[in-house]
Nanobody, 126 residues
Framework: QLQFVESGGGLVQPGGSLRLSCAPS????????VGWFRQAPGKEREGVSCIRLRDGSTAYADSVKGRFTIARDNAKNTVYLQMNSLKPEDTAIYYC???????????????????WGQGTQVTVSS
């Protein structure tokens, strides 16, 4: 089954940092865009960030701008989400998925994305 594998989640105190990794299993990323989404209990899945692999252009949700950074390592076929200054409201399961480059926007529905992984839990709590 073609899907992403997310890792790097955990428990961190407010103000702390985590780096999430997203790597495809069973396929190679080429001219895609990769997005990070998150879903908190009882809430809709929301777009966090997206990156176009060819040119590295990015998009961020307003709630994470200035705190989160998305990056790709094409040689390692991996996309990262560096999360700094974490807040309790960042607590969620974080997922990554792929889409066409022109859909790379946090406003685009998750339905436009494919190859969803199982997600990685991020908990921000003191």
């Amino acid at each position: 089954q073609l899907q992403f594998v997310e890792s790097g989640g955990g428990l961190v105190q407010p103000g702390g940092s985590l780096r999430l990794s997203c790597a495809p299993s069973g396929f190679f990323l080429e001219d895609h865009a990769v997005g990070w989404f998150r879903q908190a209990p009882g809430k809709e899945r929301e777009g966090v960030s997206c990156i176009r692999l060819r040119d590295g252009s990015t998009a961020y949700a307003d709630s994470v701008k200035g705190r989160f950074t998305i990056a790709r390592d094409n040689a390692k076929n991996t996309v990262y989400l560096q999360m700094n200054s974490l807040k309790p409201e960042d607590t969620a399961i974080y997922y990554c998925a792929a889409t066409y480059p022109h859909y790379c926007s946090v406003a685009v529905s998750a339905e436009r994305y494919d190859y969803w992984g199982q997600g990685t839990q991020v908990t921000v709590s003191s």
